[in-house]
């Protein structure tokens, strides 16, 4: 499980370190693709194949199932750390989330988020869990 918040920066030549708390988790290698929310994705390859599994059953005959999988598919790569800890971010996905200097990696259970500074701050607003925790009760999330 991958939790907690961390702020690091990408270099010139997109090397992110990753978190020394995510890495035992992430194993040798594993994938980073596009997220949701304009962020990045990285997935230990065995929640990435299970991930994979999933989009491999949806019908190739529904256009939004299409453009979903190609939308995470596409833009994945597989990633191995290097001896300082870090990743080569590709400049396809550095471009999509807006990486450019300051970036945040956020634990999300099985996966890891990677966001622009800018980007989670403005994605990150949390002035109306009220309204949040009304919305997860409805999908049988009470706390």
């Known amino acids: 499980m991958f939790m907690g918040e961390y702020n690091h920066t990408i270099d010139a030549k997109g090397r992110l370190i ?6 035992e ?8 693709t596009r997220g949701l929310d304009g962020c990045l ?4 390859m065995d ?19 299409r453009a979903f999988s190609r ?10 750390l290097d001896k300082q800890g870090r ?3 590709p400049q396809t996905l550095r471009e999509f989330a807006g990486l450019e ?23 990150c607003d949390y002035d109306d869990m ?4 009304a919305s997860m009760e409805n999908m049988g999330i009470v706390i």
Not at 18 to 23: E, V
């Open 18 to 23: 990753i978190p020394a708390k995510f890495r």
């Open 101 to 123: 200097k300051d970036v945040i990696l956020a634990g999300s259970l099985s996966r890891v988020e990677v966001w622009s500074k800018e980007k989670w701050s403005e994605n």
């Open 71 to 80: 939308f995470f598919v596409a833009g994945a790569t597989t990633c191995e």
């Open 25 to 32: 988790p992430l194993g040798e290698e594993f994938v980073l």
């Open 47 to 65: 929640e990435w194949e299970a991930f994979e599994e999933k989009l491999r059953v949806l019908p190739l005959t529904n256009k939004d199932a």
């Open 41 to 44: 994705y990285i997935y230990p």
């Open 87 to 89: 990743i080569l971010v």
């Open 130 to 133: 009220n309204s949040i925790a």
